[in-house]
Each structure stands twice: as structure tokens, then as C-alpha cells.
């Protein structure tokens, strides 16, 4: 029995074995052994009880059961699940001792059923058909607890037999009105025997004889001859059923699943709740009417769960407890980024790519879209701050455009400043082809042109501080510097830094551009819809290209602080590219510790702040002198510096001497 439980997932908590006899001599020797058995049983977790046993082992059982009370053990409401060799029968002692701990059994009994007449049989059995069956005249004796001896024999504390006594008043446990199992298969029996005998003598009818009173006697029969009869045997017996053996010489029969319904007033009832057919297709051999069953009141007509632990729940799988039972386990919560749906699962499992595990990690939920939207507040304060600047930017070149021949704007190479007006403006437009769901044209363009805009803006610096060096040093007497002062050297230093660019981004495109991809793995709950930017190499080559021509410029500019006044713009570009290499040297580790559209917010807040950075440290100081403090910006002011200027480098030259 044992491998066919393991085979569908039961184990067992315990075994033990009772006796088979209960003789009274035997009983103190019989609680002794059984005894601590039946306490572990008492306290174990299971909830049913399997019982493989004769009649005997259950009066042995309700000896115990009757003891249980005396030395304060907890009553058992368990479930019973016995063979078709168990009988609930007891013997007389024990006729009024209380059986409700049975109650809601469940056994697989031989089909049985009711014959024809056999009922009102049982009715008019008396003890006094036959005084020569003593059978009758014991158990009537000791089921009704009476005598049938003459009075004078009877014991002065017996009460007489008057043989009037009703079967049917008897509890259950002593005497069943209905026929049983095994006495149905005595009757067919009797009955395929009797139909083997006909056949038999339909057989050998022609060396039958007639004896006295018209008998038929058979010549020499003997048993092993009805074996060949006994295997066609084919009848309808009186109950309704058909008696047959198969090839094997079985009979073809099969088991009543019956609920024991156990009463207080000692009687009880079969209700058949099920079926066991062998001659049933494949997977419906057994058959059971769930609602009829009524369990132990105990459990308030919940079915009953008898496991060493409870059940692992949705998040949680099973985890094998050493040294126990296999279906012994504890439940460990599921691992990050798996689920379990179902009750005891053996094994969590991962969600799909596009799904994350929820809370309880009982269920996969959809992972949600997500990039830097114009919808969502981040979205919206980026591209605000973008156009403001734009605007501010815009507003700036039209005061220079306005002012164009003013001293100030001309001292500082008008069409540069024009040139990086316009840069710094794209700049905070192309900040605008970050913010929205990633496409194939904006993910090749953003980079590209954020690199070949801040590029120009760059070179221009560089040229316009290169340009105001070369022209303090053409001041000098002497200086062969004055040869290099002009719009050639600055367009040639304008056109190389920003052609170097482009060819970096030619190379980019030519070999693995940018693309637009999606990311289901960096966030636990999201789905990155992204730009690629597909070789890593060229992308941090236009970073890298850019860092250099900010920092020559810086150092340039840097250099150059000290010149004269009417020269002191490279003071303001030295400080603007000191804010522009401070927001991108920042900018690379804040951008690789963040993910998703936060990433790209960071790219975008650096554009925006070291664009603001070059327009407002270097172009604001001269809107604020053309605007509110026009006396600065005349001619005769800046000649008057000019000079000064001369005459201290003149006083340098002849101490230099």
C-alpha cells in the first residue's frame, strides 16, 4: 500500500499495528502495547486515519477509545477511511459505549444489496425456529442481555428472554438490518453455485436417475467439475443484479464508497456516497458525490485537511524539510523578479520580459512604457526652461543686431558673437529632440546635432580669445603679430574645430548610428523606450571632442584675464567655460548612475545649464552696458583706455630694458 500513497502524493505520519485478537486475557498486555501508540496518534497534526484491519483490531481500537476519557486525553475527531475488511460490529460490553468519534467514516465496502424478501426475514427470525442452533441462541442471548434458559436455571440478576425481541431495536454496531458486503457475496455464491449445479445437470442429463420421491442424484460429480460451469455462469440474482465471472474467475464486482453516520442513540447508517467500478472507462473508475458526504462534527462540514503543515500560497514555493516526509515542506517566499500562481508550487517561475511581479509576488503584471514625455511635469518644466532660454537667447542677438555698430559690439568681433548667439540658441532647441518617445530620425540627430552646435560655440570662443591675444599682441612695437589679426585666422579656427566634429559624427553614422530601442531590465517595474546610441566609442568621442576644445579654450582664456580693459571680455569667457567644464565633468557621473528617461534628463539639464552658462556669463555683462549704462559705450572712452593702454605697455618695454 505504502508505494501506491507515495505514487499519488500521499505520506504517511505515523504507523502502527494492531492486534488481531482481543481475547480478555490478552486485553491489560493489549492497552499496554497499544497505548503510547494511540497517544502519539492523539497529538499528531494528521486529521485521517487509513485503517487496514479485520473485525477484531476494532474492538481492540474501541477498548481504547473508551479509555481515552478516564485519563483526560483529548477526544479525536478524525476521519476513519477503512477497508471493506473493517467492520464498525462490537461486541456486547460494548453495545452502550459511545461511538460518535466514527462518525463520518468513510470505508470501501463490497457492493452489496438488498434481496428480495430479505428484510421482512430478518423481521420473523426468533430464537426459537431451531432450538438446536445455538448460534441464535448467543447472540440473542448476549445482544439483548436476557436468557433463554428455563427460569429455574437462570441467574437471579438475568432477565428472561420472552423471544419477542425485535431485531431493529438493536444499535448498529451489534446488528445491521441490511444485508452487508460479504453476506451479499454468500448469497451469489450460492446462488452461481446453484446455477453451475443446473448446468452441470443439464450436462450429464442422460446418466441421470431417479431415485426415491422423484429426487435427482448425480453419478460421481465432483467439485473440480464445476469450474468449467462456474466461468459461464451469467444471471440476473433477485436484488437486480448481474452475477458474472471474467476470464480469471473473478467475480465482476465492485465498491460501495459508504459514509457512516453514527447517532446518539447508538444506531447508525450506510449512505452510499460513491463507487468504485473496475469495468468503468479509464479515469472514471471512481466516482463520488462530493455534497452527500457528512464529515466529523468536528469539522463543521468543512472538508477536513490533514497535511504536517499548511499550504504554500501564491508567492511562495516549496522547499523539501530535512529528514522528513517528502510531502513535509516549509514555504519560502518566492525570489526577486519570480512568481508562483498557484498553491504548493515546487518551483517559482520568472515573469515574461515585459512583466514584473507584483508585491505579493503571486501574479505578473504588465511593465509600463515609459520615456521623458512633454506630458509628465519633468517633461513639461525641460522644454519650458528650453524655450525660455531660446527666447532669451533670440532677445539677446536682437539687442546685438540692434546695437551692431555701437563700440562695444564691434570691439568684440561682432560676427562671432554672432555666430555663437546662434550656436547657444540651437543648442537649447536641440535639447528639445530629447523630450518625446525615441524615433529613428530624432535618435540620429539629437547627438548629432547637440555635437556639431556646442562644437561651433566652442571653436567661436576659441577664436574670438585666440583673436583678442593675438591683437593686444600686435600692440606692441614691432610685433609681426599684426600679420595674424583678422577674420581669416578666426574663420580658419571656426571651420577646423567644428570640421573635426563633423567628421566624428561622419564616422558615427557611417558605422553604427543611433537607433531607437526598448530596455526591459534596467527598472524592475518600467520599460525603457530609448535611444541606442549604438557605438559607445564615437559617442564618448564627441564628449571627449567637446571637454577639449572647452578646456583649450579655457586655458586660453585664462591666460588672457589680465589684458587691458577695453580687452577684459576673456575674463567673462574664461568664467563661462569654467561653468561649462563644471556642468560636464559633473555631468558623466551623474548620467551613468541614473536610468531611463532620468538619463536623459540629466543630458538635458546639462545642455540647458552650460548653454546658460556661455550666454549669461558672456553676453549679459554687454547687454546690461548697452542697455543701462550707454555712457560706456562710446568711441572716445574706449580710445582714451586704448591709449593708457599703449603707454603701460610702452613704461613695460623701456623698464624691460
Known amino acids: 500500500m505504502l508505494p501506491m500513497l507515495s505514487q499519488n502524493g500521499i505520506c504517511y505520519a505515523f504507523i502502527t499495528r494492531l492486534p488481531k485478537d482481543a481475547y480478555l486475557n490478552e486485553l491489560i498486555d493489549l492497552i499496554l502495547l497499544q497505548w503510547k501508540a494511540y497517544e502519539f496518534a492523539t497529538k499528531e497534526k494528521a486529521n485521517v486515519f487509513l485503517v487496514y484491519g479485520e473485525p477484531p483490531s476494532f474492538l481492540a481500537l474501541r477498548m481504547l477509545q473508551f479509555l481515552a476519557p478516564f485519563i483526560e486525553m483529548p477526544p479525536q475527531g478524525k476521519v476513519w477511511i477503512v477497508t471493506s475488511h473493517w467492520d464498525f460490529a462490537s461486541i456486547s460490553i460494548q453495545k452502550i459505549w459511545d461511538i460518535q468519534i466514527f462518525h463520518g467514516s468513510i470505508s470501501f465496502a463490497t457492493h452489496s444489496n438488498q434481496p428480495l424478501g430479505f428484510q421482512s426475514y430478518i423481521q420473523m427470525v426468533r430464537p426459537g425456529w431451531d432450538n438446536a442452533d445455538n448460534f441464535i441462541h448467543d447472540f440473542w442471548e448476549q445482544a439483548f442481555s436476557c436468557s433463554l434458559k428455563m427460569l429455574e436455571e437462570q441467574e437471579e440478576s438475568q432477565e428472561s428472554c420472552t423471544g419477542e425481541e425485535k431485531l431493529e431495536t438493536l444499535p448498529g454496531t451489534l446488528f445491521e438490518m441490511d444485508m452487508t458486503g460479504h453476506s451479499y457475496n454468500v448469497y451469489n455464491a450460492v446462488y452461481a453455485v446453484a446455477h453451475a449445479l443446473h448446468a452441470v445437470f443439464k450436462s450429464i442429463s442422460k446418466h441421470k436417475r431417479v431415485v426415491q420421491e422423484r429426487r435427482l442424484a448425480f453419478q460421481n460429480v465432483q467439485p473440480w467439475q464445476l469450474h468449467r460451469f462456474l466461468r459461464s455462469v451469467l444471471f440476473n440474482n433477485s436484488a437486480g443484479d448481474t452475477v458474472q465471472f471474467n476470464e480469471n474467475g473473478e467475480l465482476l464486482v465492485g465498491f460501495d464508497i459508504t459514509n457512516w453516520l453514527m447517532f446518539p442513540n447508538g444506531s447508525m447508517e450506510r449512505v452510499k456516497i460513491g463507487s468504485l467500478d473496475p469495468q468503468a472507462p479509464a479515469g472514471k473508475e471512481l466516482t463520488i458525490n462530493n455534497n452527500q458526504i457528512v464529515w466529523h462534527r468536528s469539522f463543521n462540514q468543512v472538508p477536513p485537511i490533514s497535511v504536517c503543515n499548511d499550504n504554500c500560497y501564491p508567492g511562495y514555493r516549496k522547499a523539501k524539510k530535512e529528514r522528513e516526509e517528502f510531502c513535509c515542506y516549509d514555504c519560502v517566499p518566492c525570489p526577486e523578479g519570480m512568481t508562483s500562481h498557484q498553491k504548493d508550487m515546487d518551483a517559482c517561475v520568472k515573469c515574461p520580459e515585459d512583466e514584473f511581479p507584483n508585491k505579493h509576488r503571486n501574479q505578473c503584471i504588465p511593465k509600463v512604457l515609459t520615456y521623458l514625455s512633454y506630458e509628465e511635469p519633468l517633461g513639461i518644466i525641460l522644454s519650458i526652461l528650453s524655450i525660455c532660454f531660446t527666447m532669451s537667447t533670440g532677445l539677446v542677438l536682437k539687442i546685438y543686431m540692434n546695437y551692431k555698430d555701437t563700440p562695444i559690439v564691434k570691439a568684440n568681433n561682432r560676427t562671432l558673437s554672432y555666430i555663437i548667439l546662434v550656436s547657444i540658441l540651437l543648442s537649447f532647441l536641440c535639447s528639445l529632440l530629447f523630450i518625446g518617445q525615441p524615433g529613428k530620425v530624432t535618435c540620429i540627430l539629437r547627438q548629432m546635432i547637440f555635437g556639431l552646435v556646442f562644437s561651433v560655440a566652442l571653436s567661436s570662443i576659441l577664436a574670438k580669445t585666440i583673436t583678442v591675444i593675438l591683437a593686444f599682441m600686435a600692440t606692441k612695437p614691432g610685433s609681426r603679430m599684426r600679420q595674424w589679426v583678422g577674420k581669416s585666422l578666426a574663420n ?63 586655458l586660453v582664456a585664462f591666460l588672457a584675464r589680465k589684458l587691458p580693459d577695453n580687452f577684459n571680455e576673456t575674463k567673462f569667457i574664461a568664467f563661462s567655460l569654467l561653468v561649462f567644464c563644471s556642468v560636464w565633468v559633473l555631468f558623466l557621473p551623474v548620467y551613468l548612475s541614473t536610468k531611463g528617461k532620468y538619463m536623459v534628463a540629466v543630458e538635458v539639464f546639462s545642455i540647458l545649464s552650460s548653454s546658460a552658462g556661455l550666454l549669461g556669463c558672456i553676453f549679459l555683462p554687454k547687454c546690461y552696458c548697452i542697455l543701462f549704462r550707454p555712457e560706456l559705450n562710446n568711441k572716445e572712452l574706449l580710445m582714451r583706455r586704448k591709449m593708457k593702454a599703449e603707454i603701460s605697455v610702452s613704461v613695460r618695454g623701456a623698464h624691460g630694458l
Open 492 to 554: 580658419s579656427i571656426l571651420l577646423s574645430g567644428s570640421a573635426i566634429q563633423a567628421g566624428i559624427c561622419l564616422v558615427w553614422l557611417s558605422t553604427y548610428p543611433p537607433f531607437p530601442d526598448v530596455d526591459m531590465h534596467s527598472l524592475h517595474e518600467e520599460i525603457i523606450l530609448e535611444c541606442n546610441e549604438g557605438s559607445v566609442t564615437m559617442f564618448y568621442c564627441v564628449f571627449g571632442y567637446l571637454d577639449f576644445l572647452a578646456i583649450v579654450s579655457f
